[in-house]
């Protein structure tokens, strides 16, 4: 059985021969220790020096070899791919601070500790949303999908592989006002938030679509939107401006005859039973750490949706051996019955994640992940 398939029985709620598993993304530390070599994948300062000093290409290049690389490494049975940066000048960037950069135009900062999410800083909101009403089209050119098309053509056909649109489509804040402002205006200005998200909802699909094209078998949206007690936006917001959008996503992916994976850490049960009404193939983010329990997930959710999860990044970081095999075992223990189960980190590796701390994983998934026994 191809990993591909097994990825396919998972989301059909079948047991494969064994349990699939594979990363959304990696820390370029993860990558170096793994594969003795360094690369400009997910490289934080490196790739962006390297991408505004002119390498573009050099950067893309890196992407697709250590994603391939890693992937056939370690055994993994999906792979998600990013958008490849926009062929264009980038001699305006310019590091600003330790964590923050700037395109000539505005400032963008960045958390290395949390996947290096760049976040752009909003000085004037109003203005931001005049932008987003002035050019309501996503502006896709043929490049961005080199990455992708690599992977596919070099993986496509064994493994699953699974697209990321670089923009958020269902609580577009980042891009758009910041998190704070959003939600104020979901409360003030609720007619113009539906406006933006009909946009940025838009894009999104536009993005889909392409990746699709490009031959990739799922997309995945990664808006987050909870913490880790509850709702940021509540669940009367979430229902009112989230989720048709949310729907509208599912649906044009399924159009096109593909699998939709939503990514959403943090306390999520108040949103699962709608995922599961809307059809959503899979979820990815689970978070055992603060409630989101593997057993309890399954008994709900098995035969409804498809689990993406079972371990904490921080316990990957931080936890003992004992404690990783601990957790390893139980999510494959009250997980993997049935099909409908990937195993997988509820983020990416972030940084601190060992080969030594990952390789306890793999041997708790070699022990317990093969249905056939």
Same mark, same amino acid.
């Given at each position: 059985?191809?990993?591909?398939?097994?990825?396919?029985?998972?989301?059909?709620?079948?047991?494969?021969?064994?349990?699939?598993?594979?990363?959304?993304?990696?820390?370029?530390?993860?990558?170096?220790?793994?594969?003795?070599?360094?690369?400009?994948?997910?490289?934080?300062?490196?790739?962006?020096?390297?991408?505004?000093?002119?390498?573009?290409?050099?950067?893309?290049?890196?992407?697709?070899?250590?994603?391939?690389?890693?992937?056939?490494?370690?055994?993994?049975?999906?792979?998600?791919?990013?958008?490849?940066?926009?062929?264009?000048?980038?001699?305006?960037?310019?590091?600003?601070?330790?964590?923050?950069?700037?395109?000539?135009?505005?400032?963008?900062?960045?958390?290395?500790?949390?996947?290096?999410?760049?976040?752009? *800083?909003?000085?004037?909101? @109003?203005? =931001?949303?005049? $932008?987003?009403? #002035?050019?309501?089209? &996503?502006? %896709?050119?043929?490049?961005?999908?080199?990455?992708?098309?690599?992977?596919?053509?070099?993986?496509?056909?064994?493994?699953?592989?699974?697209?990321?649109?670089?923009?958020?489509?269902?609580?577009?804040?980042?891009?758009?006002?910041?998190?704070?402002?959003?939600?104020?205006?979901?409360?003030?200005?609720?007619?113009? *938030?539906?406006?933006?998200? @009909?946009? =940025?909802?838009? $894009?999104?699909? #536009?993005?889909?679509? &392409?990746? %699709?094209?490009?031959?990739?078998?799922?997309?995945?949206?990664?808006?987050?939107?909870?913490?880790?007690?509850?709702?940021?936006?509540?669940?009367?917001?979430?229902?009112?401006?989230?989720?048709?959008?949310?729907?509208?996503?599912?649906?044009?992916?399924?159009?096109?005859?593909?699998?939709?994976?939503?990514?959403?850490?943090?306390?999520?049960? @108040?949103?699962?039973?709608?995922?599961?009404?809307?059809?959503?193939?899979?979820?990815?983010?689970?978070?055992?750490?603060?409630?989101?329990?593997?057993?309890?997930?399954?008994?709900?959710?098995?035969?409804?949706?498809?689990?993406?999860?079972?371990?904490?990044?921080?316990?990957?970081?931080?936890?003992?051996?004992?404690?990783?095999?601990?957790?390893?075992?139980?999510?494959?223990?009250?997980?993997?019955?049935?099909?409908?189960?990937?195993?997988?980190?509820?983020?990416?590796?972030?940084?601190?994640?060992?080969?030594?701390?990952?390789?306890?994983?793999?041997?708790?998934?070699?022990?317990?992940?093969?249905?056939?026994?």
């Amino acid at each position: 059985m191809t990993s591909k398939e097994r990825m396919i029985a998972a989301l059909g709620h079948r047991e494969a021969d064994r349990v699939p598993r594979g990363e959304n993304a990696f820390d370029y530390t993860f990558f170096q220790e793994v594969m003795g070599h360094s690369s400009l994948c997910y490289h934080g300062w490196e790739e962006l020096d390297s991408l505004w000093s002119g390498n573009r290409d050099k950067v893309v290049a890196d992407y697709i070899d250590s994603i391939v690389a890693l992937t056939e490494k370690m055994g993994w049975d999906y792979v998600r791919v990013p958008a490849a940066p926009k062929k264009k000048d980038y001699s305006a960037y310019k590091r600003v601070a330790d964590h923050a950069f700037t395109d000539g135009k505005k400032k963008f900062e960045f958390n290395p500790e949390a996947g290096n999410v760049v976040c752009p *800083v909003v000085t004037d909101p @109003d203005a =931001e949303v005049e $932008k987003i009403f #002035a050019d309501p089209v &996503a502006h %896709i050119e043929d490049c961005e999908m080199e990455i992708a098309e690599a992977i596919v053509k070099k993986l496509g056909k064994t493994h699953f592989i699974i697209g990321k649109p670089p923009v958020g489509g269902t609580f577009p804040y980042l891009n758009t006002v910041g998190m704070e402002e959003f939600l104020i205006r979901m409360i003030i200005e609720p007619e113009q *938030v539906h406006k933006i998200a @009909d946009i =940025e909802c838009n $894009k999104f699909i #536009a993005y889909a679509d &392409a990746f %699709i094209d490009a031959g990739c078998d799922a997309v995945m949206e990664t808006e987050d939107y909870a913490d880790s007690k509850s709702l940021i936006m509540g669940v009367d917001r979430y229902k009112e401006f989230i989720q048709p959008y949310l729907k509208r996503i599912c649906d044009s992916v399924h159009a096109k005859g593909k699998y939709f994976i939503k990514h959403g850490d943090g306390v999520m049960w @108040d949103v699962l039973d709608s995922f599961v009404e809307m059809g959503i193939d899979g979820w990815h983010g689970i978070q055992p750490s603060i409630g989101m329990d593997i057993k309890l997930l399954k008994e709900r959710y098995g035969g409804k949706l498809c689990l993406f999860g079972g371990m904490n990044v921080e316990t990957l970081i931080s936890g003992t051996k004992e404690e990783i095999r601990e957790e390893a075992s139980r999510a494959l223990t009250y997980g993997a019955p049935g099909g409908g189960f990937v195993f997988t980190s509820g983020n990416i590796l972030e940084p601190g994640v060992t080969m030594a701390s990952y390789a306890e994983v793999t041997s708790v998934w070699k022990q317990l992940g093969n249905y056939s026994s």
